[in-house]
Structures are given as C-alpha cells and as structure tokens.
C-alpha cells in the first residue's frame, strides 16, 4: 500500500490517515487505489464498526495531485480515484471524517459521502473546479444545491469560492466546527467509537434507508460528471489552468472562446 496511507485500529474503529505533508497530502493514484482496497477490506471486516478518514493536523487534503492530472489524466471507472470514490459512496458503514486546514476539490466533495463530518472553525474548504478549467464530480453538482439552495452552490461550484469550518457546520456540510487542531481529530474518534456499542446490522439498515432515495438519481449524475470532468482535463481551458498551478502563476483564460 501508498508509503502516503497511514492505517490505524483502536476498537471496532479503523482511521485512515492522508499523509503526505510535503505536499499538503495531495492524492496520488496509488494513494487513491490503497484507500479504495481498506475501504473494501473494513466493508466486509465484522470488527471494523466505522471508519474514520483524517489528514494532519494543519491540513486535510490538497485534493488530487495536479502533477498527476496532468501525467495521467483520470478517466472512467477503472482510474483509482472513481474506484476509491465508489467504495466510499457504496461503504455500508458509518464513515466519519476530521478536517483541519485546508480541504481542496475532492477533499472536500469526499465530505459529501461520509456520515459524520467534524470540522476546525478556521478549515478552509474549497472545490476550485471552475478555477481548473474543470466541472463539479462525484454528485457534488446534485448534493450542494439541494442542500445549500442554488444560489449559495453557485459560489462555491461556479465561482470556486472558499468557505470555514463554522460556514460548513451552519449549513449543514459538517456536524459541529471546533477548535482548530487536535481537538477535531479527538472528537470524530469519540463519536466513530460509539457505533462500536450499536448494533451493526441496524446502524447498516439505517444507513442505506437514509441513502437509498438519492442512490440511483446520484449514480447517473456521477456518471454524467466523471465523463465530462475527464474530457474538461484535457481541454484547452484545463491545461492552461493545470500548468499555471505548477508553474506558480494566475491561468490566462483570455483567448478561450
Ligand atoms: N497537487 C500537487 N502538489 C500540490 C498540491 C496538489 N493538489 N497542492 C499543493 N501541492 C504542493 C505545492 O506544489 C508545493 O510543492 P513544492 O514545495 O514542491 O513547491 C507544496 O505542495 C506546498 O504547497 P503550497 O501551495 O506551497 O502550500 P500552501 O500552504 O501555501 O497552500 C494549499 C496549501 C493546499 C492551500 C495550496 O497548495 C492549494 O490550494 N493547493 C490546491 C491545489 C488544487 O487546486 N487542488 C485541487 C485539484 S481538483
């Protein structure tokens, strides 16, 4: 597995920590393909009761590696990053997450999927997909105008604006906004342990109900935006974008129709 995945156990709880601080953990392909295999692995474990995904204690996720999506650009239902999306969205369990610091593009939408969401008031959260010349993923474009109203989605989906800790917990993206640090990861730990009490097979029920009335509307916008968000990385406007990231300068859209 990724030298980048740390994988704890403590009880019925299995904590799955990002962990690549030189750079800000941005996910990797191999990052992606050895979340997706735990994910697998804790679904069909009795013991594991929840699991709880965590970055550091400064920053959550950078989102995917830009250098990877200019490498090797992901598309359809074999690249790692569908795959590790698929087995959060279809995971039986609770699935709980402790953010500190910055949560970028799919450390944000990966928020979207999980059950229990506990946040640092000064967490910065953002989906640049707009600034990268691509298009909301993962049912990200369904979820937040349902959840927010359009117009509150529209800046964050169609201008890429940032939002804190205390905006996610107000409305409705995470539980509870804490103080920034330890205290967060110490939180999501106390509330994953206490499904290690509940009755699995209830708990399990009780998530799938809760999901099942969107499942099958979500899996076809999934689908609609990871086809379209895989011909957006290689546009024009993408690469522009991609390339002014490493190259540290703002993108020039310009010259684009
Ligand atoms: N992919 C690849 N490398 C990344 C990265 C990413 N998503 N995010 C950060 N890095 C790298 C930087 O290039 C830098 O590398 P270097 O030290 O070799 O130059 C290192 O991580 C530190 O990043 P830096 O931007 O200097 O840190 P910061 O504290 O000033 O800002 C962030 C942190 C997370 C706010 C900023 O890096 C950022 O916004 N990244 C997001 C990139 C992005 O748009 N991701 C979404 C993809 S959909």
Request: charged share 20%.
């Amino acid at each position: 597995m990724s030298e980048h995945l740390l994988v704890e156990r403590e009880q019925g709880v299995l904590t799955l920590r990002m962990h690549r601080p030189d750079k800000k953990n941005a996910l990797t392909r191999a990052m992606y393909s050895g979340m997706a295999e735990v994910l697998a692995q804790a679904d069909q474990d009795k013991s594991v009761r929840a699991v709880l995904i965590t970055g550091g204690e400064s920053c959550f996720t950078s989102g995917n590696d830009v250098a990877d999506f200019i490498k090797a650009p992901p598309s359809g239902l074999n690249s790692e990053v569908f795959q590790f999306m698929q087995a959060l969205f279809e995971f039986s369990k609770p699935v709980v997450a402790a953010v500190n610091g910055p949560a970028v593009g799919i450390g944000t939408t990966m928020l979207l999927h999980c059950d229990l969401v506990y946040v640092g008031r000064g967490a910065k959260l953002k989906m640049p997909f707009v600034n990268l010349g691509l298009c909301p993923e993962y049912g990200s474009s369904l979820i937040l105008p349902r959840l927010l109203g359009h117009a509150r989605a529209a800046e964050l989906l169609l201008l890429g604006e940032s939002f804190t800790g205390e905006q996610a917990a107000a409305w409705g993206i995470a539980n509870q906004a804490l103080t920034d640090g330890a205290e967060i990861l110490a939180k999501a730990r106390e509330m994953a342990l206490r499904f290690q009490q509940l009755a699995p097979a209830a708990v399990a029920d009780s998530k799938r109900l809760m999901r099942a009335p969107d499942r099958e509307q979500l899996r076809r916008v999934i689908e609609e935006e990871g086809a379209l968000f895989g011909q957006r990385l290689r546009s024009p406007e993408a690469i522009e974008a991609l390339t002014a990231f490493m190259q540290r300068r703002t993108p020039d859209f310009s010259t684009f129709a």
